[in-house]
C-alpha cells in the first residue's frame, strides 16, 4: 500500500475541497493517505477582513498542520494552494522551506510529486503558480507527475496539464467536474507511488 502525503494551504476553503477530493482519489487505489494543512501565518486582522476566511479557518481547526516528518513518511506527495499574484502561498511556501534537511539527507528524492490549485478567474495565474511550485521538486529530484491530457476528465474541467485547478466561486462550492479531475490525479500519482516503493523495496532486497 502506497502512502502519500496531501499537503495544501487553503483560506476559503477551494483547495481544501480539492485535496479532499485528491484524498479519495489516492484512498480508491489502496493509498494509506495523509492529508495536511500548512499553518496559518496572515495577521488576525486580515483574516476576519474577508468573508469565509475565519469561518473556514474554525471549519478546519481538527485538520492536522504539516510536518516535515509527512513527507519522509510518505512515497509520494501532492501539494495544493491558491494563486497569490501568480505565485504559490506564502503560507506553502514557508512549510516547503523548511524541508532543506530532508533534502539534503536524499529523503524526498524520486518519490512522484502532483500540484493542484486555483485562482478567482480563469486567467487569474493558476499555470503559472504551479509551474512555480514545481521549480522546487527539481532541486529535490523529485519525479514530477503531470495530469497531462490523460483522461478526459482533464479536458471537461478546462485542460490544465501541469496539475489540476479550479476557478473560486461565489458561492465557495467546486464545480464537479473539477472534482472528478482532481479524484483521477489522486489515483494517478498514488499508482506512481505504489510503483516506485515497490521497485524500491525489491532494491533493496526486501522484496520477493
Known amino acids: 500500500m502506497g502512502k502519500i502525503a496531501i499537503v495544501y494551504y487553503s483560506s476559503t476553503g477551494h483547495t481544501y475541497q480539492m485535496a479532499k477530493a485528491i484524498a479519495r482519489g489516492a484512498e480508491s487505489v ?3 493517505v495523509r492529508v495536511r ?3 496559518e501565518i496572515a495577521p488576525q486582522a486580515a483574516i476576519d477582513s474577508r468573508p469565509g476566511w475565519r469561518e473556514h ?6 485538520v492536522p498542520e504539516a510536518e516535515t516528518a509527512d513527507l519522509e513518511w ?3 506527495f501532492l501539494f495544493g494552494t491558491p494563486t497569490r499574484f501568480g505565485l504559490p502561498a506564502a503560507q506553502l511556501k514557508q512549510f516547503l522551506d523548511q524541508t532543506g534537511g530532508l533534502w539534503f539527507q536524499g529523503k524526498l528524492q524520486d518519490k512522484p510529486v502532483g500540484v493542484f490549485g486555483g485562482a478567482s478567474n480563469a486567467h487569474g495565474g493558476q499555470e503559472s503558480t504551479l509551474l512555480a511550485l514545481n521549480n522546487m521538486f527539481y532541486h529535490w529530484g523529485a519525479i514530477i507527475v503531470p495530469t497531462g491530457y490523460t483522461s478526459p476528465l482533464i479536458r471537461a474541467c478546462g485542460g ?3 496539475g489540476t ?6 458561492d465557495g462550492k467546486i464545480p464537479q467536474a473539477h472534482l472528478d ?3 483521477f490525479q489522486g489515483q494517478r500519482v498514488a499508482r506512481y507511488a505504489q510503483l516506485l516503493a515497490d521497485r524500491r523495496l525489491y532494491l533493496s532486497g526486501k522484496g520477493e
Not at 479557518?57 to 481538527?62: F, G, P, Q, R, V
Not at 485547478?165 to 461565489?170: F, I, K, L
Open 165 to 170: 485547478s479550479y476557478t473560486a466561486s461565489p
Open 181 to 183: 479531475a482532481a479524484h
Open 37 to 39: 494543512k500548512t499553518a
Open 160 to 162: 490544465n496539464p501541469y
Open 57 to 62: 479557518l474554525n471549519a478546519t481547526a481538527d
Open 30 to 32: 489502496g493509498a494509506e
Open 74 to 76: 510518505a512515497d509520494g
